[in-house]
T-cell receptor
Framework: DAKTTQPTSMDCAEGRAANLPCNHS???????VYWYRQIHSQGPQYIIH???NNETNEMASLIITEDRKSSTLILPHATLRDTAVYYC?????????????FGKGTKLSVKP | GAVVSQHPSWVICKSGTSVKIECRSL??????MFWYRQFPKQSLMLMAT?????????EQGVEKDKFLINHASLTLSTLTVTSAHPEDSSFYIC?????????????FGPGTRLTVL
């Protein structure tokens, strides 16, 4: 599976959009981009995933560049409860094959 | 939807005893469940893949005789830590993949904090 590179930490003001970048320059054609987050002492929470088109759900938006070498997770109106470690993972069978490789992620701190 | 539960949420045991952790998919069936371990200030590491009705597949370096996995139904997988030692103290997290619908997504349980004295 392709590796990802994320900033170690980011701050965001409450109510503002949080834009979390991820580089995955070695992604292959059949690999999806997954985003999970982990709030302290809890299990990871699925946020969103996509292949090449931009995706949006009730939690966030995922913007994938045309060459698929990078993506951005957007939390449109960050709240204090969004403070967590955010993991960007690329995987070709993220569900059934178990190959979700968690890196160090980005620690997002939402501040009042 | 796609809720995964774990029981217990935390457990403290004496060295040498065995501990069983349950993972349940509450509103979906899961042919495949996974077990991860997370040490303090580290990321999740996959321990094993559990398939209903068959033997689990363990990652390299994970002792199958120490970490017994049983996946007896489409909604339940158990992890038994046998002869636990203090170095087994960790946060154990399971995940499950729906057999239909969002079959390309893993949903995680809340985790079980194991402390071995």
């Amino acid at each position: 599976d392709a590796k990802t590179t994320q900033p170690t930490s980011m701050d965001c003001a409450e109510g503002r959009a949080a834009n979390l970048p991820c580089n995955h320059s070695t992604i292959s054609g059949n690999e999806y981009v997954y985003w999970y987050r982990q709030i302290h002492s809890q299990g990871p929470q699925y946020i969103i995933h996509g292949l090449k088109n931009n995706e949006t759900n009730e939690m966030a938006s995922l913007i994938i560049t045309e060459d698929r070498k990078s993506s951005t997770l957007i939390l449109p109106h960050a709240t204090l409860r969004d403070t967590a470690v955010y993991y960007c993972i690329v995987s070709n069978y993220g569900g059934s094959q178990g190959n979700l490789i968690f890196g160090k992620g980005t620690k997002l701190s939402v501040k009042p | 939807g796609a809720v995964v539960s774990q029981h217990p949420s935390w457990v403290i045991c004496k060295s040498g005893t065995s501990v069983k952790i349950e993972c349940r998919s509450l509103d979906f069936q899961a042919t495949t469940m996974f077990w991860y371990r997370q040490f303090p200030k580290q990321s999740l590491m996959l321990m094993a893949t559990s398939n209903e009705g068959s033997k689990a597949t363990y990652e390299q370096g994970v002792e199958k005789d120490k970490f017994l996995i049983n996946h007896a139904s489409l909604t339940l997988s158990t992890l038994t830590v046998t002869s636990a030692h203090p170095e087994d103290s960790s946060f154990y997290i399971c995940s499950a993949t729906p057999t239909s619908g969002s079959a390309d997504t893993q949903y995680f349980g809340p985790g079980t904090r194991l402390t071995v004295l």
